[in-house]
């Protein structure tokens, strides 16, 4: 009896999977969407039959959704799948709000992986070499049609943006790190009030506004600094673990800044509207919030803000 209700919740799950899955692959917009909510049903079965029965489940899933959805489905499922069963066992363990998050990166950061290594070695493809090839025929395009209407054509910058594009080679580990963090961001957030719903008890994750980083991180970023002034030859593995070292240590000042910025704002009270906009403006205030997360890592500006009141 109790089998035969396992395998009915195990079906049940598997079809509200399989109905995501397709709703994911065949309508685009509604899609990107629907994706982030794909771990649910792989969390739901974990944190209900634990991680062995799981391994059967997306065993099962890997295998209808190569029927549905041929490679991409089965791309989903192993990206999704596996993220799915690794936050339902951590939800069971009673993991922070942070290490689900964290978690859910480093899945999503061997899933990326694994199908980036598959694509070459079983597919012969090159993604980067791909993008790489089409920037480049954009650019000549966009040159030869300037100099048919008569425009002024500037090498520089054209010169500027292929030696960004040979770059990207060298920034594969920041790029996917990049990818997967904002994958487990969106899918913790997306699946929090699914969950809570469901009556699935988890910790709930921080605010922005208390996310810190050890002050470790500072000396590592200064060492990286001190390392810039060292002449390396471009495509060793010391230049490509400098520039990628170099690319997350900026990207964590930055994040730092930002959640100064969201700290300060609370405490004084001041409208949400301003740390938002602030974040939509980074990219245009980029070494100021990098720098003010250097100074609250440094000096400890949020224990100085907390002394003042």
Known sequence: MKNAKNLTEGAMLLAVYSVLLLLTLYIPLLGAVLSFLLPIPFILFTVKYRVKQSFLFILIAFLVSGLLGSVLGIIHTITFGITGILLGELINRGRSGIELFLGSCL?????????????????????????????????????????????EVNKDVIAHLEESIDMMQFMIPSMFVLLAMLLAFVTVVAMKPVLVRLQVKMNPFPPFREVTFPKSILWYYLLILLLSFVEM?????????????????????????????????????????????????????????????????????????????
């Open 233 to 309: 030859e471009k495509g060793t593995f010391g230049y490509t673990a400098f520039l990628n070292l170099f690319f997350i240590l900026q990207l964590l000042m930055v994040i730092q800044g930002l959640s100064f910025i969201y700290y300060f704002c609370h405490q004084r009270g001041i409208t949400k509207a301003v740390p938002i906009i602030l974040t939509i403006l980074t990219p245009f205030l980029l070494y100021i919030i990098r720098i003010l997360g250097i100074i609250d890592i440094g000096f400890q500006l949020r224990n100085r803000i907390n002394g003042r009141k």
């Open 107 to 151: 899945s999503y950061l061997f899933s990326i992986v694994l199908l980036y290594v598959t694509a070459i070695v079983v597919l012969q493809i090159d993604v980067f070499d791909m993008i790489r090839e089409s920037s480049r025929e954009s650019f000549a395009m966009a040159e030869s049609i300037m100099r048919a209407t008569g425009g």
